[in-house]
């Protein structure tokens, strides 16, 4: 089974769970004759997105590690690259932010007779259900157990150089107007998530990267998670004006205590 992704998809609209090359082209083929019959349909998509968005195709992650009663999850973590204003020949600082998501799907996993699959059950973005739970990583006893924390900042940290680097110094880049001279002392920065799925032997996989990530709706999450992410921006604010922000730790220092 292999999970298909719309472009303009989100929160777990646009996604399919198909098997044989003709389902994924009946997908495509239906979606095309939408967008003919769509006036100004690319504009509204670089509207919408800021470029013209492509569909995705992820082979399932499986057999993958099940939490609180047999339910799906991924992780969600935050990098960020601060532009280096100190003159000492790096052009970026990178960081991770060390107080990771955990998303978990609706509903426990289980077998239908008709052999289809409840979307509630694989759908981990946290959308669809008011049961649906964000949480952070230390509150779940599971992964606390099997050192989670660590594998996950070892394993983004190792990835991010070969990966992400030239995107995120690209991005950078061009935050801001290169012909204002008043911006010559403003720190510009990009963020990304990274969702991750864990298999039952802790091997951790790289499912994608959100490059404009969002807070998801108000009502959806606990007061305790809004508190999260009211932290999580006051710590960007903080790491961008150079302030101190100890959850953002730099990629070098993982790097080093990796070996």
């Known amino acids: 089974v292999a999970v298909l992704k719309e472009p303009m998809g989100s929160q777990g609209t646009g996604i ?3 098997q044989t090359a003709d389902e994924i ?3 495509l083929e ?4 939408r967008a003919v019959e ?8 670089i509207a919408q997105k800021g470029r013209i968005p492509s569909w995705v195709l992820q082979a399932e992650v499986y057999p993958c590690l099940l939490i609180r009663d047999r339910r799906k999850f991924h992780i969600r973590t935050y990098i960020a690259a601060v532009e280096n204003l100190d003159g000492d020949g790096e052009i970026l600082d990178l ?5 990771h998501e955990i998303r978990i799907a609706s509903e426990p996993v289980s077998e239908r007779e008709d052999g289809s699959r409840n979307r509630r059950s694989h759908i981990t973005n946290g959308a669809g259900s008011a049961s649906t739970e964000r949480v952070l990583l230390d509150e779940v006893t599971e992964l606390v157990e099997r050192d989670m924390k660590n594998k996950v900042e070892a394993f983004v940290a190792k990835i991010f150089g070969v990966h992400f680097v030239e995107d995120m110094t690209r991005r ?3 935050s801001a107007s290169q012909d204002d001279a008043s911006m010559d002392y403003v720190r510009k920065f ?10 039952e032997e802790s091997r951790l996989y790289l499912l994608e990267v959100n490059v404009n990530p969002a807070a998801p709706p ?27 922000a100890p959850n953002f730790l730099p990629v070098r220092d993982l790097l080093k205590v990796d070996g």
């Open 16 to 18: 399919y769970f198909v």
């Open 25 to 27: 082209h009946g997908i």
């Open 30 to 33: 239906e979606h095309r004759k």
């Open 38 to 45: 769509e006036s100004d349909l690319l504009d509204n998509l």
């Open 95 to 99: 960081y991770l932010y060390n107080r």
């Open 172 to 174: 950078v880049s061009y």
């Open 190 to 199: 990009a963020i990304a998530g990274l969702d991750i799925m864990v298999t």
């Open 218 to 244: 108000k009502e959806t999450i606990k007061e305790s998670f809004q508190d999260h992410l009211r932290g999580f921006f006051k710590d960007l604010i903080h790491l961008t004006l150079g302030e101190g």
